[in-house]
């Protein structure tokens, strides 16, 4: 009965730094309040009803002591601050080369889609020691993506993708919780991430039908949705090829001047459901939008493919 | 505009007025410079209110336009840039009456008083006409969310074109019913209040000729007509010539 | 006399005239706090009983004592907006606020009798709206109404409950609007602004932020009820809107609220620290300035309660340094508070048991504030049982301890009785040990990862959610207490005296209950506030009974 956790496993690089400067905050923490605590029981003590002591001249103001417990404080505060800051910059983008993995959240399950293909419900399967980079939307309300071991939370918000990332140090199965009420079975919106070796995640990976994987899936919707038509060389319609276009400057006109914009999961997104709000400089704005027609998880995997192609040569 | 307080002078050196006709003081207050002074500072910590309370809607505006411009643009091209120009004068105009008002009750002016709370509560009802004109040709042009909304003829084109979004198109409605409603629900309860103070002023009720009380009308009034001259320009004038 | 003396006749003093008319339609402010502890005792144990019936549900991993999830976030949904709109915002200024102000300046009412009533009615009915709401299945949004979720996806009465809190922040800005005027301009000659007592520096920061700040959450939660109804995308993403939108305009009210709800109950424990330590409080101007400090800070905060939700990391970073800034103010009071009882003469009666009880809770609780203001801790713990923890420590061992401390400190001022001192000593312990027991697990289960606003979790958090819940079966007993034992000192004649705690302040030097007007005579202020000095309190002592030679009656 008594064997219960007090501290949720360090998982993960990132949880060990966050706990520890929890810890120190915690040390701060009962370090004044067993102060304040020992001074008022000492002072009432000392100085109650009926004891014989000096009790001449009872200070009613002090420059120097205001200035120490208004200094000490802001020091020890900002040195807080500073610390939490850096933590949360430093790990605020993901290392180059993340294992990518797609979230889709949804009243009230986890839609988690790998970029190799295995898509899996309340379950994410990692390998161990490497970066994993999550893109997430949701299809309906504020949801939260919430793995307590790795210390990571991300809000999931509709209409627009959320990233999170981590590097999990530790094989085992974690919690994961929907962390923002969501409506009736927000604690049921649970699940486990379950790190593995490398070697049995590819195992993992390849097995349960060897599917296509979210790319070679996105290449077929490229196809079924028409987009190959304008975008692979059309004899009739001037488009931009998207070999190589994820991840770098695009060209934008906007009235009589050009704008650069990094063509990032937004950028391949929007351009989709709104694709006449951006539209390449020396283009026409000839692409009809697809919005309503393309589920999020359909999206997510088109735009797979589009990264994918990214680093490929096309020859057509 | 600071007009002179009715002074021990200036009284003698007008009509006569009878030497019971003090404002009353209420039991809480020390003096009538005190009764006075609360009154103000009290008018002018809910007029704080007021400005938080506008001053949401305007930051959500504010959010809205810089975040889609050309929709707002677009939308805002379908304001009657005209009628609200009238309205803008006309509000004025009433905030000038008021400001009369204010003075006539001070200097104890009694049929002056009464005629510019009426023409006070004229202008103001002008507006609420305007503005109803305004409302019922924006209806017609099926241009209130929730009710009969449709984008209209002319932008569909360039919606489509630009494939812009049409919720945020709506949204500028929703927004400037939204305001334009709540201004002109605050100008309703203006005009009964100034209504009030008039036919209270009529029947001699307030002791002391009511200065207080007509000033402090007077600060709402003005209030009501400050935020006509914010929102005017953001919302008919700001995208004219784009 | 001038006319206005045919008007009212002095009575012996606010209580005498007992029809429900010169109730319902009083304008004597001191009746009207009457009538708001009246409105607030009934919400404070509604809201308890929806508490409870979580935390009976929470005794198990599984969801067993209730019909359905959906009955699980109604009652917590209900349980926040009645504990916060219906309790914890009017309890002391409203109450302690209303029947004091006025007397702690020397005047004899508000600046505005007859809105001080109108305010108590609009209260009434967003109450009567929000009673409605619960009787008829109450909302589930949980109190902070997160878009789009509450906009299009709820089926609950939504914007009833909208309308309930827009009606209920007119009430809070009136109280505030009147107070502010009152204490500009009506104090008594001599009461300078450094010779107020600190209860009403604190009242008129609460105040200011009350007057500033609701407006933005009524046009918030207007919003809300204009896409629900109108089905517009203000904050719909499937309809053009933004639901980050509506948490910027949300909290930009809901952080300084947490400030109405805590000012007052520092201003409570400033009165009370000095009075049973016999001796001036220690930085008098400091603790004043620090609490319009809070007030000014506490409107730059709000986005820390949205590091994750998609901000800017740059919005982050300001935010976090700021929350952290806003903890020096609160920090000084503190260190105030404590070297008020250095070379006093203490004595610990049920105000003070209950006035340095919040000092101890409060700090730790606006420590651990500040690991929520830290944002990499922030990510870990936001939306997890140690936020819960957190806030639970400030409002309830904050606020509802101060609360509780300053109505049994002016219980004899406002009923002409004194309670039973031992029952008063013994409740203000068993809220202390069981609102520790309550909270403090919530802490280590939030680090641990459970989430807030679950029925239902994974066994391994059992055996501290077992605590919590008996921690809270005892907290209860802590309340109900009170409750009957300060009822039943009305059946004792009203003889505690004009000061039974020979305490400083005008409040003390007129009758208990005091005259329709407060004062038979105009009072003029000429000393400082907190004139207390120990030594003669211990020269006072000389019967050797160590009761200070007061008038209690035990």
């Known amino acids: 009965m008594w064997n219960f956790p007090l501290f949720p496993d360090q998982a993960s690089i990132s949880a060990r730094q966050v706990d520890a400067l929890y810890f120190f905050e915690l040390c701060m923490a009962a370090f004044f309040t067993i102060l304040i605590f020992i001074l008022i029981v000492s002072f009432a003590v000392r100085y109650r009803r009926g004891t014989q002591v000096d009790r001449s001249h009872p200070p009613v103001v002090s420059r120097w002591m205001e200035v120490i417990w208004i200094g000490v404080p802001l020091f020890l505060g900002l040195t807080m601050f500073t610390w939490g800051a850096i933590l949360y910059v430093r790990d605020y983008e993901p290392p180059p080369g993340a294992l990518e993995v797609y979230v889709v959240g949804k009243q009230w399950m986890w839609y988690v889609q790998h970029a190799e293909g295995r898509a899996e419900i309340n379950e994410l399967h990692v390998p161990l020691g490497q970066a994993i980079k999550l893109t997430m939307t949701s299809q309906d309300v504020i949801h939260s993506f919430y793995i307590p071991a790795f210390r990571v939370k991300q809000d999931v918000v509709p209409g627009r993708y959320t990233s999170l990332w981590f590097a999990p140090m530790k094989v085992g199965r974690y919690h994961l919780f929907c962390a923002e009420y969501c409506g009736t079975n927000h604690s049921g919106m649970v699940g486990w991430v379950s790190v593995m070796e490398p070697v049995e995640f590819q195992q993992w990976l390849s097995q349960a039908g060897t599917g296509p994987s979210v790319a070679e899936q996105g290449e077929r919707l490229f196809v079924q949705y028409h987009c190959a038509g304008c975008h692979q060389g059309s004899q009739i319609v001037h ?6 276009v994820y991840g770098r400057p695009v060209p934008i006109q906007q009235g009589n001047e050009v704008h650069f914009t990094l063509a990032d999961e937004r950028y391949l997104r929007d351009s989709v459901l709104e694709p006449k709000r951006e539209v390449v400089a020396g283009y026409q704005p000839l692409m009809p939008s697809f919005k309503d027609q393309i589920s999020e998880q359909d999206l997510l995997k088109i735009i797979a493919y589009i990264k994918s192609i990214g680093a490929k040569e096309a020859t057509r | 505009m600071t007009m002179e307080p009715v002074t021990a002078d200036r009284r003698s050196a007008g009509k006569p007025i009878a030497a019971e006709d003090e404002p009353i003081l209420e039991v809480q207050f020390d003096d009538l410079e005190q009764q006075h002074e609360a009154s103000m500072l009290g008018m002018w910590l809910f007029l704080a209110t007021e400005v938080l309370f506008f001053g949401g809607l305007i930051t959500s505006y504010a959010v809205y336009r810089s975040t889609s411009p050309r929709e707002v643009a677009l939308a805002s091209h379908h304001m009657k840039v005209g009628l609200g120009c009238l309205n803008t004068v006309i509000l004025l105009g009433s905030s000038l009456t008021m400001a009369l008002a204010v003075r006539a009750s001070q200097l104890r002016a009694h049929r002056d008083l009464l005629w510019w709370l009426g023409g006070t509560m004229v202008l103001g009802t002008l507006f609420l006409g305007v503005k109803a004109i305004e409302y019922t040709a924006e209806y017609q042009e099926n241009l209130v969310p929730g009710w009969n909304f449709q984008i209209p003829e002319e932008n569909r084109a360039t919606i489509e074109q630009e494939q812009l979004n049409p919720g ?35 029947r001699r009720w307030f002791s002391g000729g009511g200065a207080t009380q007509i000033e402090v009308t007077g600060l709402y009034w003005h209030f009501i007509d400050i935020v006509w001259v914010f929102l005017y320009p953001l919302l008919y004038l700001i995208d004219v010539h784009s | 006399m001038s006319a206005v003396a045919v008007e009212f006749q002095e009575r012996e003093d606010y209580l005498q005239e007992y029809t429900l008319k010169s109730w319902l339609l009083t304008t004597d402010h001191k009746r009207i706090g009457l009538l708001y502890m009246a409105t607030i005792t009934l919400f404070f144990f509604i809201g308890g009983a929806t508490a409870t019936v979580m935390r009976l549900e929470l005794m198990t991993p599984q969801g067993d004592v209730l019909y359905s999830p959906d009955a699980y976030n109604r009652l917590f949904t209900m349980h926040g907006v009645v504990m916060i709109f219906f309790f914890l915002v009017p309890s002391i200024p409203a109450v302690l606020g209303n029947f004091l102000i006025p007397i702690m300046i020397g005047a004899r009412d508000l600046a505005f009798p007859i809105l001080n009533l109108l305010s108590w009615y609009i209260l009434m009915i967003g109450g009567a709206i929000a009673l409605w709401i619960l009787i008829f299945g109450g909302i589930d949004t949980g109190w902070t109404f997160y878009t789009p979720f509450s906009t299009m996806f709820s089926n609950t009465m939504v914007v009833p409950a909208a309308a309930a809190v827009f009606i209920t922040g007119f009430s809070s800005i009136l109280t505030g609007l009147n107070f502010i005027v009152t204490i500009h301009t009506m104090r008594a000659p001599g009461m300078t602004w450094f010779r107020l007592p600190l209860f009403v520096w604190a009242i008129y920061a609460t105040s200011l932020i009350q007057v500033l700040a609701t407006p933005v959450v009524a046009i918030a939660i207007a ?66 300035f620090s609490s319009i400090a809070i007030a000014v800070l506490g409107f730059l905060v709000w986005g820390h309660h949205m590091f994750v939700s998609g901000q800017s990391m740059y919005a982050g970073m300001i935010f976090s340094m700021l929350s952290y800034l806003i ?63 957190h806030f639970h420590y400030i409002m309830v061992g904050g606020a509802v301890m101060a609360y509780l401390g300053g109505i049994h400190f002016w219980w004899p001022k406002m009923s ?16 202390f040990i069981g609102f520790n027991l309550t909270f403090f697990p919530q802490f280590v289960l939030g680090y641990l990862g459970m989430p807030r606003r679950y029925y239902e979790y994974p066994p391994e958090f059992q055996v501290l959610n077992v605590m919590s819940t008996a921690g809270a079966s005892i907290l209860a007993v802590g309340y109900v207490l009170p409750l009957v034992y300060l009822l039943l000192s009305l059946r004792n004649p009203p003889d505690a005296g004009p000061n039974p705690w020979r305490a400083t302040g005008l409040e003390w030097q007129t009758t208990s209950p005091p005259p329709v007007h407060n004062f038979d005579e105009p009072p003029v202020v000429m000393e400082d506030p907190y004139a207390y000095s120990p030594e003669a309190a211990e020269a006072l002592d000389d019967n050797g009974t160590g009761d200070g030679g007061s008038t209690l009656r035990r």
Not at chain 2, 171 to 183: A, I, S
Not at chain 3, 416 to 431: D, H, P, Q, T, W
């Open chain 1, 239 to 244: 488009a931009p090829r998207l070999e190589g």
């Open chain 3, 416 to 431: 002409g009785r004194m309670y039973n001192e031992l029952l008063g000593k013994l409740s203000a312990l068993i809220v």
């Open chain 3, 327 to 389: 903890a020096i103010p609160s920090a000084i009071k503190v260190f105030n508070w404590t070297a008020t009882l250095y070379k006093g003469s203490v004595r610990l009666d049920t105000p003070m048991l209950y006035a340095l009880g919040f000092i101890g809770l409060f700090t730790l609780g606006g420590l651990t504030g500040l690991m929520l203001a830290s944002l990499a801790i922030d990510v870990h713990v936001h939306d997890t049982y140690f936020v819960v923890a």
């Open chain 3, 223 to 288: 919003l809300v009820a204009v896409e629900r109804v109108l089905r517009v995308g203000v904050f719909d993403p499937a309809l053009g809107g933004d639901p980050i939108l509506f948490q910027h305009l949300f909290w930009f009210y809901s952080h300084p609220v947490v400030y109405i709800m805590v000012l007052p109950g520092m201003g409570v424990v400033a009165e009370i620290v000095p009075c049973f330590s016999r001796r001036p409080i220690f930085g008098y101007r400091f603790i004043a």
């Open chain 2, 168 to 202: 945020r198109f709506q949204m500028f409605f929703v927004l400037y019913f939204f305001m334009t409603g709540l201004h002109a629900i605050h100008l309703i309860i203006g005009i009964a209040l100034v209504g009030v103070m008039a036919y209270l002023s009529w």
